[in-house]
């Protein structure tokens, strides 16, 4: 039952801006964490950021700075604000949410870096 829905994936210049957002639906409790993961051609996936129920955040160290992540609780939705794009930020996005012993995966949005 559980869902997740990701938008905001998109062409953007190098220096500009977007926004991913991931909605999960079909939750009775609230998640642990939820995080966003990329995965660019030719490379394994890698996390990007994460935050707890209690706010608490964790980023890349190619990313601090630049991407921001947020999550609204009451609907349990995350946030990765991404500022200042790079062409080696191009890959596809991912969204997972989990509690210690589950995670659910979205399907992945595609971010690409191009001038």
């Known amino acids: 039952q559980v869902q997740l829905v990701e938008s905001g994936g998109g062409l953007v210049q190098p220096g500009g801006s977007l926004r991913l957002s991931c909605a999960a639906s079909?939750?009775?409790?609230?998640?642990?964490?939820m995080g966003w993961y990329r995965q660019a051609p030719g490379q394994q996936r890698e996390l990007v950021a994460t935050i707890t129920n209690s706010g608490r955040t964790n980023y890349a160290d190619s990313v601090k700075g630049r991407f921001n992540i947020s999550r609204d609780n009451a609907k349990n939705t995350a946030y990765l604000q991404m500022n200042s794009l790079k062409p080696e930020d191009t890959a596809v996005y991912y969204c997972?949410?989990?509690?210690?012993?589950?995670?659910?995966w979205g399907q992945g949005t595609q971010v690409t870096v191009s001038s």
């Open positions: 997972k949410i989990a509690w210690p012993t589950a995670e659910y």
């Open positions: 079909g939750l009775f409790y609230s998640t642990y964490v």
